[in-house]
């Protein structure tokens, strides 16, 4: 849903959707210079085989300056100031409503300048 929304708020963004942390990693190795091809990773927290904290982990581990947004509608503390821990580059609760998605636009602009 995100991606159709984010399409509506710019033509600038193209999308690779996956659903799993493992899909992920599998579509960032399959490009010789993933950092390249890639600018943002947006990732929900809940997700079949790991959080999106376990999948920034792997990111930061292999590709440590590749921007990451945790967008989730888990909003606990402990998730935050975990994501913050494992550096993450932003941080967007689920919401009702189109403000989300022009809140996660303005914040994916923002992390690959």
């Known amino acids: 849903m ?3 929304f984010l399409q509506e708020q710019s033509d600038q ?3 690779t959707s996956v659903l799993t942390a493992s899909d992920g990693l599998d579509a960032l190795n399959q490009v ?3 950092a390249e091809f890639f600018d943002c990773i947006v990732s929900d ?3 079949p085989g790991t959080d999106g904290l ?3 982990n792997e990111i930061r581990e292999r590709y440590p300056n590749l921007p990451f947004i945790l967008y989730t509608g888990q909003g606990s503390k402990k998730v935050i ?3 913050i821990l494992d550096d993450v580059t932003d941080y967007v609760e689920k919401g009702v409503g189109r403000e989300q998605y022009e809140i996660l ?3 994916i602009r923002k992390a690959v300048r």
Do not use: C, H, I, N
């Open 2 to 4: 995100a991606e159709v």
């Open 13 to 15: 963004f193209s999308f």
């Open 32 to 34: 010789d210079t993933p």
């Open 45 to 47: 927290y809940q997700m």
């Open 54 to 56: 376990g999948f920034l």
């Open 81 to 83: 100031k975990q994501a």
């Open 105 to 107: 636009s303005e914040r």
